[in-house]
């Protein structure tokens, strides 16, 4: 008989989706008379631009002949996607090497796999809220997880506490669900702290794109010696829409350099093009083409006009919460809108009086951890007509 990773037992049931879908789905059975407005999608909605789309489509003519047909492509990616995202980094001041760039089908796929570099012997140290998947990876290999609490009293950007040690450091900004993003002195302190204590930074830049105030780091590598102790995630699906499609990068740099057990020099950047080229393919070359479309100027021309639709979306909703007192976070430098559950309700029961009175559906902030609790996400990913809907029903319900 097999024995089992047994730590699967220790995680929770991710309920969340399952279980709005569960209370949205009875509402509308009980009231079908009633439209209800998403507020809650933690996903893209617009299409692909049209440089990406004509890009796919080249690709897809590349496969049809025997001169330009591609089989298995380079794991690490193809240098023509690699070099369009060092490119892309250079023009906001960023120096990266294309064999520091690893492309993959998501952000979510490398920030649960780059557990595989590290022993379970270490101790995490992971935001409270944030997205699941940094603390359920660690949990499935059992590591010591602290938790660093994300509140209004830090504007929900947890800093380095000096008397606490850590090896590993997740975090992510702009973040998501609460939409607050790191300063360059803020990450500053963070590099300083990661130095310290010979730690590495696990960041995740996913939401970059929606970074509107220029003095705000795109980044982690915006800040001096971030490469002696960083490691970034970052994805096109928030990007270019490319949540369905498929295609992330992780940088890895080089001089990410730490002594092994018997005194041997053990390079982070190696160890994870091993670990690709043991476990993984690589992406498609449609995929690869579509993505390296992004970088150009025209592609992330096309992208900026669907962020800048989100972004109108997301200066709708902060609109009406400010009129109506609600304490509100985000919407500004990210897709999210974070705000406090009027008179100090919880989250699920905010849920279903929002939906019960306004028909509108969110996502409850205690799905993001204990200090959701009393915390509510709205998206910026609908349309202006259902956004402007949303927002005059709140109006008139507070
Ligand atoms: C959406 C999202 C990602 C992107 O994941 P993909 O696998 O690239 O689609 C990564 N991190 C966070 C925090 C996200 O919300």
């Known amino acids: 008989m097999p024995k089992l990773n047994e730590n699967y037992l220790n995680l929770t049931e991710n309920y969340l989706f399952s279980e709005i879908a569960h209370r949205v789905n009875t509402y509308t059975k009980a009231n079908p008379d009633k439209k209800v407005i998403r507020l809650g999608i933690g996903d893209v909605t617009l299409p692909l631009g049209s440089e990406v789309i004509t890009q796919l489509h080249e690709?897809?003519?590349?496969?049809?002949?025997?001169?330009?047909?591609?089989?298995?492509?380079?794991?690490?990616?193809?240098?023509?996607?690699?070099?369009?995202?060092?490119?892309?980094?250079?023009?906001?001041?960023?120096?990266?090497?294309?064999?520091?760039?690893?492309?993959?089908?998501?952000?979510?796929?490398?920030t649960g796999n780059i557990t595989?570099?590290?022993?379970?012997?270490?101790?995490?140290?992971?935001?409270?809220?944030?997205?699941?998947?940094?603390?359920?990876?660690?949990?499935?290999?059992?590591?010591?997880?602290?938790?660093?609490?994300?509140?209004?009293e830090n504007h929900f950007l947890p800093m380095?506490?000096?008397?606490?040690?850590?090896?590993?450091?997740?975090?992510?900004?702009?973040?998501?669900?609460?939409?607050?993003?790191?300063?360059?002195?803020?990450?500053?302190?963070?590099?300083?702290?990661?130095?310290?204590?010979?730690?590495?930074?696990?960041?995740?830049?996913?939401?970059?794109?929606?970074?509107?105030?220029?003095?705000?780091?795109?980044?982690i590598f915006a800040i001096e010696q971030a490469k002696k102790c960083a490691i970034e995630f970052c994805s096109l699906s928030k990007t270019a829409g490319f949540t369905g499609t498929r295609c992330g990068y992780t940088i890895v740099p080089k001089e990410l350099n730490f002594p092994s057990s018997d005194?041997?020099?053990?390079?982070?950047?190696?160890?994870?093009?091993?670990?690709?080229?043991?476990?993984?393919?690589?992406?498609?070359?449609?995929?690869?083409?579509?993505?390296?479309?992004?970088?150009?100027?025209?592609?992330?021309?096309q992208c900026e006009e669907n962020i800048k639709y989100y972004q109108e979306n997301a200066k709708m909703i902060s609109i009406e919460l400010e009129k109506k007192g609600f304490r509100y976070f985000g919407g500004v430098n990210s897709p999210y809108i974070w705000f406090e559950c009027p008179n100090q309700m919880d989250s699920w029961d905010f849920f279903d009086y929002l939906l019960n009175n306004a028909q509108i559906v969110g996502t409850p902030g205690a799905g993001f951890g204990k200090n959701g609790q009393r915390f509510f996400r709205l998206t910026s990913f609908n349309t202006h007509e259902n956004t402007i809907e949303a927002m005059k029903r709140m109006d008139n319900l507070f």
């Not at 053990?266 to 390296?292: C, D, E, H, P």
Request: include cysteine; proline fraction near 5%; charge should be negative.
């Open 59 to 110: 690709g897809v003519n590349d496969l049809a002949s025997v001169q330009t047909f591609k089989g298995y492509g380079p794991e690490q990616g193809y240098a023509f996607l690699r070099e369009a995202i060092t490119n892309y980094y250079q023009k906001n001041g960023i120096s990266i090497c294309a064999d520091e760039v690893f492309i993959s089908d998501g952000a979510k796929s490398d």
């Open 116 to 152: 595989d570099l590290f022993d379970k012997d270490n101790i995490v140290l992971i935001p409270d809220p944030v997205y699941p998947v940094y603390v359920d990876t660690n949990m499935m290999d059992a590591r010591k997880i602290i938790y660093m609490d994300a509140t209004v």
């Open 160 to 219: 380095p506490d000096p008397y606490i040690h850590a090896d590993l450091i997740y975090l992510c900004s702009p973040n998501n669900p609460t939409g607050a993003a790191y300063t360059c002195e803020q990450l500053k302190e963070w590099v300083s702290y990661a130095l310290e204590n010979h730690a590495i930074i696990l960041y995740d830049s996913a939401y970059e794109c929606f970074i509107t105030d220029k003095t705000l780091p795109r980044s």
């Open 263 to 301: 005194g041997r020099n053990l390079s982070l950047n190696t160890m994870w093009k091993r670990r690709q080229t043991t476990k993984f393919n690589g992406v498609s070359y449609i995929i690869q083409r579509g993505a390296a479309a992004v970088f150009s100027a025209k592609g992330l021309a």
